[in-house]
């Protein structure tokens, strides 16, 4: 049994881990794609032990809760949605959440409260143009600092499942009959990812996301992640959930 501690730094909520970052950390102990679903708010700064269950799948445990599942999971998505990165900035200024306004300021994906270096600050706009599903396609730039290197000199891969996961929520909030975007609070619940690839530090990146269904509180969104080259880096499906204001800043 190993344990991982989920630095304040990676926060989404003021108080538990940012749910893709989450998400990447336990899916290192997965090789290939996988499944994480998350059944707990995180604890920030604390040991939490990763264990392998009899049925090959993993737990992130804090004591004899059970926070996030893991399991090996093909991902494939239907269409693909890129940009180019001059697109990706002007969609960035369409951004829904207003520094003002944002539902979790320092969000160390999306927070705009964070400086920059210390948060990913990713801020998915929408494009001029739909999915193939009628949706609307956000975009958004990405740039990794290279804080978030690991030891190989590439950028982690539980960064780029942090990259993958406010944008999808972004999308997820997009009404697609008036155009507008939502502020009902949302959490995510379950992702999907594949790697790739990993970009360098420097690297210009570019995010695409797109609503791909509902289901009464569950919103599903798919993502993308392009490097300076073009190439694809990395893809992930995101469930996320409706949920009370109070639930979304992890209060009882």
Known sequence: MTSIIIDKRYCGPPNSGNGGYVCGRLARHIPGSAEVTLRAPTPLDKPLDVIATEDGSWELRDGATVVA??????????DLENASFEEAMA???????????HPLPRCFVCGPARAPGDGMRIFAGPL?????????????????????A???GFVAP?????????PTG??????????????TPILLGRMSARVETRPRPGERCVITAWEAGRDG???????????ETGALLA?????????????QLGCA
């Open 128 to 148: 001029a143009r739909q999915s193939g599903n009628a949706s609307a396609v956000l975009a958004a730039t990405w740039i990794p600092h290279p804080t978030l």
């Open 91 to 101: 969609a960035e200024r369409m951004t829904p959440f207003k520094p003002a306004e």
């Open 235 to 247: 893809v992930a499906r995101a469930t996320w959930i409706a949920v009370e204001r109070h639930v």
């Open 170 to 183: 972004f999308a997820a909030s997009h009404d697609r009959e008036s155009g507008h975007f939502d502020r």
């Open 69 to 78: 599942t893991g399991r090996p999971a093909s991902i494939e998505l239907a």
């Open 158 to 166: 539980e960064f780029l499942w942090s990259a993958l996961d406010c």
């Open 150 to 152: 690991a030891q190989d």
């Open 217 to 227: 509180r569950k919103r599903v969104a798919e993502a993308a992640v392009h490097g």
